[in-house]
């Protein structure tokens, strides 16, 4: 990648782990972004190319640790930190820099809320009075005036996007919503741990996180704000024998009054212009496969056979519009780019 004065000097911390190196996949089709630093506390002093075979040839700096970055040659920082760590490395960056960071430590407005999910006091919380969660489409005017973006997790893009416009029209019973997720494997991340294990994932599906997942208020965020009242949902992911996708699965039941041709339109017009998002024609059911490797957000809508209730399902790629994706979306947008730079490749079939 050759330096350009047009170009925002772009860091990637944690640049080892998944969601590193899909953004580095996705950046080196980028116009307006130059990688100039890349940190990894274990793989420092290595090529990427030695922890990322698929990233020879981009020209990239080798990985170094996060205090060896000269912030001052820096404009931009992707932050894909693990979750617990993030806080305090942000709070000690310089604030010039544009930052959009793809952990779990600023999404949840309330550092009480916080605590509570996450098991530690919140060590920024007044950095996290200044965060705006970017779930891209319904955030646009706040990412535009953003130093600190927190970048939505993969399930919560996943059930906000279909849910949010329904709930703010009043056609669905905000009170009656349950959310049935599956994902792949890449949504653990690249430690080694025993229940990611090949033998453990292969040839079956398991529940897990049941009635207690951490993306929970992080979607009961979302929804409430868009009810204006708290809403609690009852939602449960599972694990995949898949590397990518979320699957989504809504069950919802209708306001009085309301019939599934009406969810559709308030969806066809939530999103109607938007690159990303794709409200599917009648009886069209989303897959995984549709959207690997893509930044878009498939959405069906269907009739239940139970009277006065409907069937919401999304399909996203975990690793793309669930994290590096719309983080790179976030960050054009706080940087006046083309908020599809970097964006515009197809779904990989099959």
Known sequence: MSPSPHRARTAILGASGYTGAELLRLVGGHPGL???ALTADRHAGEPISDVFPHLAGLGLPRLIKIEECDWSKIDAVFCCLPHGTTQEVIAGLPPHLEIVDLSADFRLRDV?????WYGHPHRAPELQKQAVYGLTEHARPDLAKARLCASPGCYPTGAQLPLIPLIKAGLIDADDIIIDAKS??????????????YAEVAEGIHAYGIAGHRHAPEIEQGLSQAAGRPIVVNFTPHLMPMNRGILSTIYVRLASGAAIADLRRILVEAYEGERFVRILPDGAAPATRHVRGSNLCLIGIFADRVKGRAILVSALDNMVKGASGQALQNMNIMLGCDETAGLEMRAMFP
């Open 34 to 36: 130059e990688v100039t």
């Open 112 to 116: 009480e809320t916080y605590a509570r």
């Open 184 to 197: 792949g494997v890449t949504g653990a991340g690249r430690a080694a741990k025993e229940g990611s294990l």
